[in-house]
C-alpha cells in the first residue's frame, strides 16, 4: 500500500478536536494521520521503510476537497462544445450562428447555449428562419429551462398556431396565438431525445464531454460531484475511467424521476455491479416543481416585477406521489424547486407524506436550489430535516435579481444565513451548466461578499461546501473532513482564504488537488503544459 505526506503545511481540517495541523499521512486512499510536520515524516518513513514521498507544502493552505452537490458533468462538456451566447443580443446570435456553422447540412440541428433576456429581451423565430430555413434550430437559455428555437424546430417538436399545447410545459405565443419561438422546461422532445441518445450512448462524445468535466473538476480542487447523470451509459464511461486510472472525482449519479425507462435502466446498472465503493455510487431520484428566476417560471407567492410569472412544472398533487413513492422504496428524493410558493406546496406534501410513511423522515430528502424562501418554512425546513442543497453560483448577477424580483426579495433570496440559523442542513455546489462556473473559491467568496443580510462566514461557507455536501450525499463517514480514517481528498490552495480580505477569497487558486491520496491536478504542470501550447 503507496503512503505519502504532505508537510509544512496550513492545514484546515474542518474537525471539531483539531481545527489546524501541519502535516497529513495517507495510505492509499484513506488518511492516516494528520498532525505536526515531524510525526508525519516519522511515521510516512516507518510504515514505508524509509522510502515514504514527503511532500513540503511551503506553509499553503490545504482544506477538504471541495463536494459539489449539483452538476450535470456530460452536459456541462456538451456546452463547452458548443457556441456560446451569453451577453449577446439578438442580431449578435445571428452572426455568431453563422460563424459556428457556416455551412450546415440540410437537417442538421443547430445547437447553442447561453443567452439571456438582458441581453436578448424579445428572441423570434422569425429572425432564426430567415438564418436558418433549412435547418431546426434550438439554442438553450442560460438557466438550461427554456429554449429559443425557429419553426423548423417548433414542429419537430409538434408545436404551432392552432396545435394542442404540450403536455409539459410552457410555449409562449402572440396576441394573435402564434407561437415566438421561446419554449419552458417542455421536458422529454423528439430534439431531446436525440441529443441525449448522441451524448450518452456515442462513447466517443460522452467521452470527450466528460473529459472535459473531469479536466475542470481537478483544477478547481472538486473531489466529488453529485451527478445529474440521468442515464446509464455514463456509468460505463465512469468505470472505464476508474480501471484505466483516469478517474479524477467521485461520483454519485442520478436517475431522473419523470422517466421511468431511464430510472430503471440506471438501478439496474448499479444492480449489476457497475457502481465501485466511494467512487462511483447511486444518488437521490431527481424531480421537478418549478422553473427559474430567468425563465419567470419559478413558483413565487407574488408575481415577478415585470411578468405575471410563477407556475408548476408538475400539477400540485404530484410531490406528494413522488414523496409516497420514495417513502415506499426508501430512496432518496432530490426535487427542483426556486420559488417561495413552490417551497411551501412541497413542505405540506412532506408533512402529509410524513404522516403517512415517518420512516421518509430518515432518506435526507433535499431541495434542490431554493432560492426564495418564506421565514416561516424556513424554521419548518429545520423542524422537518429537510436538507437545502444550494448553489452559490446563481449569485452572479445581483442585477438581474433585484431587477425581476425587487429590492426587498432580492436581499431575502438565497437565504444561507437564515437556514444555517434555523439548523438546517445545508450544503453548496454549482449547477453546472445551469449556472456559468462551477469554481467553488468564486461561490464561496460571493456567500461571504454579498449584499444584505444573508451572507455567511468563510469557514461556514468552506463547511457547506465539504461537509455539508458529504452529508448530502450519506458520506460524511468517508469525507468533508480532514480526519484519520477518512478518504485522503483535498485541495492546496494560493492562500489562507480564512485569513485574507473577503475581497479578495475569489483571487484564491487551487495550486493541487488529491484525491485519494492521489495527485489529480498540479498548477506547475498546468500552467508548464499552456506554455507549451
Known sequence: ???????????????????????????????????????????????????AEVVDLGGRTVVPGFNDNHVHAVHMGDHALAPDLGGLDAQAIVRRLREAYPSPARGEILRAFNWDYPACPEPRKELLDEAFPSNPVALSQYSGHAYWMNSAALRAVGIGRGLPEPVEGTVLRDPNGEPTGVVRDLGDTVLSRRRNRAIYYDPAQRGARMEIALSAFARLGICSVQDNAWFWPELLELRSRLARGTLTARFSCWPLGRNPRSRRAMDAAFALGLGARDWIRPGPIKFFLDGTFSTRNACLFEPFLDSPGGCLCSDPAAPLRELEFLALRRRQGAFHIIGDKGVSIFLDAYEEALARHPGLSELRVRIEHAQLIRPSDIERIARLGILVCAQPSALNNPGKDLAILGRDRALRAYPYRSLLDAGVHLSFGSDIPGESDCDPLRSIHMAVNREGPERVGVLEALDCYTRGGAYAEFAEARKGSLVPGMLADFAVLSRDIASVPLETIGDTRVEETVVGGRSVFSRERFDSQADKR
Do not use: C, H, Q, Y
Open 1 to 51: 500500500m503507496s503512503r505519502k505526506a504532505w508537510v509544512n503545511g496550513n492545514i484546515i481540517t474542518l474537525d471539531g478536536s483539531r481545527p489546524r495541523a501541519e502535516a497529513i499521512v495517507a495510505e492509499g486512499e484513506l488518511i492516516a494521520f494528520v498532525g505536526g510536520s515531524a510525526e508525519a515524516r516519522a511515521l510516512a518513513e516507518e510504515r514505508a521503510g524509509g522510502k
